[in-house]
């Protein structure tokens, strides 16, 4: 019974995808503002003004589709994106200038950081039952691995580690212990990496999951790197009022996204279907999805697509329960030859 509910599942999924293609816009956060940029057409716009108040870090949640952010000043705030109406934020928690902020969606739970209380703290979605995770010297970023179940944060310091923990805090380790003033982090589910900018140095760095391969991708001394996000074969990084956009692979160039007139903080790229899609265009993508099904259960749902030339070649999407099984070696061998037109059935 439990099977044919997830096939059920997966085949809606990928019905809905075959009509409906993808569009990715990135948000961003400045001094005062959050806006989204349309990667299609370039398109800026604002989404929020908060005058007078920084706004460090950005997190959504895909299933209530809401934005969440931290106010420098005090509080986390969310409003609803998208969304056609003129925003109009609401208060979650109240808290003690967050620096860092992720989303836990398969408990929807915020997590975040105080630097200068030394806090790494946790409520639920509606800002409820506020508990302090761990008590840290200086966290700066954190990001969920929502696959296995870990938290990944880094340190406002120059002489700062990179940390993993379990989310009850019990079980720290370092991952990268040469870190220094890092405030962006990025779990990538699909590679099994990390991500993370470093604002003095302008380093843009990554490792496997358990700490080792440590890869520079960008070393630009410009410095002044804060949020970044990434899709499944680019990293959008902010340095100083710039966004650049760059393969993942080693030795690659970064590019201009969009220059801004302030420093960029918060980096979030947002992920949906759409139908303003280019025919010649090719891409993959990968999101996380929390899926009901009829008995009132939870599962997470790890949904991959790739497109080629039209919308109705995907190539995989996968259902499970509780914790991914998607077909990894089937995926990565599809990503690295595109010619393959067929869906893969892989049940
Ligand atoms: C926003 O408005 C457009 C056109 O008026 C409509 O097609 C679209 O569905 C609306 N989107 C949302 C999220 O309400
Ligand atoms: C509140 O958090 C504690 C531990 O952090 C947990 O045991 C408890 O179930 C939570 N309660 C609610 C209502 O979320
Ligand atoms: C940092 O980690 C490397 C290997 O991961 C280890 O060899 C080195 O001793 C560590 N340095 C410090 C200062 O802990
Ligand atoms: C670390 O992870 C990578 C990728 O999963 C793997 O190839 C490597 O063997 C692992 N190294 C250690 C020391 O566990
Ligand atoms: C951003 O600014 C840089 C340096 O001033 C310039 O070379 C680049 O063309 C600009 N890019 C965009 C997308 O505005
Ligand atoms: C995953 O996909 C590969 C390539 O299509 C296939 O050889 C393999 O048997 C699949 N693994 C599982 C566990 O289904």
Same mark, same amino acid.
């Given at each position: 019974?439990?099977?044919?509910?997830?096939? &059920?599942?997966?085949?809606?999924?990928?019905?809905?995808?075959?009509?409906?293609?993808?569009?990715? /816009?990135? &948000?961003?956060?400045?001094?005062?503002? #959050?806006?989204?940029?349309?990667?299609?057409?370039? @398109?800026?716009?604002?989404?929020?003004?908060?005058?007078?108040?920084?706004?460090?870090?950005?997190?959504?949640?895909?299933?209530?589709?809401?934005?969440?952010?931290?106010?420098?000043?005090?509080?986390?705030?969310?409003?609803?994106?998208?969304?056609?109406?003129?925003?109009?934020?609401?208060?979650?928690?109240?808290?003690?200038?967050?620096? !860092?902020?992720?989303?836990?969606?398969?408990?929807?739970?915020?997590?975040?950081?105080?630097?200068?209380? !030394?806090?790494?703290?946790?409520?639920?979605?509606?800002?409820?039952?506020?508990?302090?995770?761990?008590?840290?010297?200086?966290?700066?970023?954190?990001?969920?691995?929502? @696959?296995?179940?870990?938290?990944?944060?880094?340190?406002?310091?120059?002489? !700062?580690?990179?940390?993993?923990?379990?989310?009850?805090?019990?079980?720290?380790?370092?991952?990268?212990?040469?870190?220094?003033?890092?405030?962006?982090?990025?779990?990538?589910?699909?590679?099994?990496?990390?991500?993370?900018?470093?604002?003095?140095?302008?380093?843009?760095?990554? #490792?496997?999951?358990?700490?080792?391969?440590?890869?520079?991708?960008?070393?630009?001394?410009?410095?002044?790197?804060?949020?970044?996000?990434?899709?499944?074969?680019?990293?959008?990084?902010?340095?100083?009022?710039?966004?650049? /956009?760059?393969? /993942?692979?080693?030795?690659?160039?970064?590019?201009?996204?969009?220059?801004?007139?302030?420093?960029?903080?918060?980096?979030?790229?947002?992920?949906?279907?759409?139908?303003?899609?280019?025919?010649?265009?090719?891409?993959?993508?990968?999101?996380?999805?929390?899926?009901?099904?009829?008995? !009132?259960?939870?599962?997470?749902?790890? #949904?991959?697509?790739?497109?080629?030339?039209?919308?109705?070649?995907?190539?995989?999407?996968?259902?499970?329960?509780?914790?991914?099984?998607?077909?990894?070696?089937?995926?990565?061998?599809?990503?690295?030859?595109?010619?393959?037109?067929?869906?893969?059935?892989?049940?």
């Amino acid at each position: 019974m439990k099977e044919h509910k997830a096939l &059920l599942v997966m085949i809606l999924v990928l019905r809905l995808c075959a009509v409906n293609c993808i569009e990715e /816009k990135l &948000l961003y956060s400045t001094f005062g503002y #959050v806006k989204e940029i349309d990667l299609k057409s370039g @398109e800026v716009k604002v989404l929020l003004i908060l005058a007078g108040n920084y706004m460090l870090s950005l997190a959504y949640d895909y299933d209530d589709r809401y934005l969440y952010i931290p106010k420098r000043s005090g509080d986390i705030i969310k409003f609803p994106y998208p969304s056609n109406q003129t925003v109009q934020f609401e208060f979650v928690v109240s808290t003690n200038g967050p620096l !860092g902020i992720a989303f836990d969606s398969v408990n929807k739970h915020i997590y975040w950081t105080e630097d200068n209380k !030394g806090k790494i703290m946790r409520c639920n979605a509606d800002g409820t039952n506020k508990t302090t995770i761990l008590d840290e010297r200086q966290p700066s970023a954190l990001s969920i691995d929502i @696959e296995n179940r870990w938290i990944y944060y880094g340190q406002d310091l120059n002489n !700062g580690k990179i940390y993993r923990l379990t989310f009850d805090g019990k079980d720290r380790r370092v991952i990268y212990n040469l870190s220094s003033n890092m405030y962006g982090i990025q779990v990538d589910v699909i590679d099994k990496r990390l991500y993370w900018n470093e604002y003095y140095t302008g380093a843009l760095k990554s #490792v496997w999951y358990n700490g080792t391969d440590v890869q520079t991708l960008v070393n630009t001394n410009l410095g002044q790197n804060w949020g970044l996000d990434t899709n499944d074969d680019f990293v959008f990084y902010s340095s100083f009022n710039s966004i650049f /956009k760059m393969a /993942k692979s080693v030795e690659q160039t970064p590019t201009v996204v969009h220059n801004d007139t302030e420093q960029i903080y918060g980096v979030l790229l947002y992920k949906h279907q759409g139908k303003d899609y280019d025919e010649n265009e090719r891409m993959s993508y990968t999101y996380i999805k929390r899926v009901v099904d009829e008995e !009132g259960n939870f599962h997470t749902s790890f #949904v991959m697509f790739q497109f080629k030339s039209n919308c109705r070649n995907y190539q995989e999407a996968k259902y499970s329960t509780g914790k991914s099984i998607f077909n990894k070696t089937a995926y990565k061998s599809e990503k690295n030859n595109r010619k393959e037109e067929k869906p893969t059935q892989d049940v």
